[in-house]
């Protein structure tokens, strides 16, 4: 069994999903390897919804490790599975031991405590309502983490293929602007505005790289969710986008964007 395979096995699948998760898993194999995460490190993972990036986690932490993964949402949240569905398939497989999921947690209050080797937020920095979240966030994580290692979407597309989804994301960001949205995308995040509120926070930028991600599918899903959203003020303006996105994404075959991924100590 290869390593991809092992870790696909800790995750609850349907016939549906299993050519999506293995694209997502192995993504997430490429992100944990940038974040450098060694046998026993005590990790502190910031928005880990189903578990895609905490399994792999779990994985590289080995028997001596330990992930606390974290998200503010409730456990009846997310489709097709539920966080709670998700996860408690997790905690019953091989690795579960290693592994403690809390919902409804807001890391950033007074009363988390802990300390860890590593704080993990990968794919979770586009959910926030706002930059302010992040930086009390990141000055909340810089007194109980070493380290601290963040990834996401990067918006500088280097394809046109990637444009659509750079266009779906900003579409998103302005609605969220303007109505209260529980959708995956509130606040615009680039790697600029990342590595200005980690300084603030007092953490030192150590490494930046990207992660190829084009062969995800979440590029897809963020045009679909666009496409659904309806505007109480300047409608014409937000259908000129949508529709300058329409003709993006017939000139080529649409690619998600890739990530960046940022590390400090």
Known sequence: MT???????????????????????????????AFQIKSGDRVLEV????????????????????????DIAASDYGAPLTLKQATDYISKSTIGSRINFQFETNVAHEDFTGEYDVAILSHSLFYFSSEEDILTLFIKLRQ???RICVSDWDLDFTTLAQSTHAQAILLQVLFAKY??????????????LIANLLKQAGWTILNQMTV????????????AVSNEL???IYQ??????????????ELTPIESLDSFVMIGI
């Open 179 to 192: 109505n209260d949205t529980d959708h995956n995308i509130q606040t615009l995040i680039t790697k600029e």
């Open 236 to 249: 014409p303006v937000f259908n000129a986008y949508k529709e300058m996105m329409r003709k993006s994404e």
């Open 144 to 146: 109980i983490c070493k």
């Open 47 to 70: 928005g880990s919804g189903q578990g895609d990036t905490t399994v792999v986690l779990a994985e590289a932490v080995g028997k001596t490790g330990f992930v606390d993964a974290v």
């Open 230 to 232: 309806e505007f109480d």
């Open 212 to 223: 190829d991600a084009k062969d995800l599918d979440d590029s897809k899903w963020e045009v």
């Open 3 to 33: 390593k991809l395979q092992e870790l696909l096995s800790y995750m609850k699948l349907t016939d549906t999903h299993d050519e999506i998760q293995l694209k997502q898993t192995r993504h997430r194999m490429r992100l944990v390897e």
